[in-house]
């Protein structure tokens, strides 16, 4: 099942969010640090009281097993055509169920999401080296937008 999370989710929610930041530290230690889980509680918590965020979550058997923290974002400048975009903050599914297709049917809870509030993309941001990320976003029919690029010096 799909739904949103509310603060009765906070403890999973948490789980979930420091498995994801550890397989962030493993592929890039020279970019990220594990927080210990208060600083994780506590982003979680803010993100659930801000109004500009929802987080999308699927759940089997009373447990969350993936989840997606979502914005939407209006781009109105003098140099570009406005916009509306569903931007995906955070996205993981636990490690222990993936290639279920929860990560599928969350993303298109996403796109739905986007549709309506009427958006016209969904974006995001994703580190080069999580290849099987780059891959799932590339299955779901995402495609480099602009490309950020680095020099370790």
């Known amino acids: 099942m799909i739904r949103n999370a509310d603060i009765n989710d906070l403890e999973r929610l948490t789980e979930l969010f420091m498995q994801l930041h550890r397989h962030h530290v493993e592929i890039m230690p020279q970019t990220f640090i594990m927080p210990e889980r208060e600083w994780f509680l506590g982003r979680i918590s803010e993100i659930l009281n801000d109004s500009g965020h929802m987080i999308i979550v699927h759940e089997s058997g009373g447990v969350i097993n993936g989840y997606a923290v979502v914005k939407i974002m209006d781009v109105n400048t003098e ?27 969350l993303f298109n809870a996403v796109k739905a999401f986007g549709r309506e509030n009427s958006c016209t993309s969904v974006q995001l941001g994703v580190c080069a080296c999580n290849t099987d990320a780059v891959r799932f976003y590339e299955k779901m029919g995402l495609a480099p937008r602009t490309i950020q690029m680095e020099m370790r010096i």
């Open 79 to 105: 140099d570009k055509r406005p916009r509306r975009m569903c931007y995906i903050d955070c996205f993981a599914v636990s490690g222990s169920c993936r290639r279920q297709g929860i990560g599928t049917e």
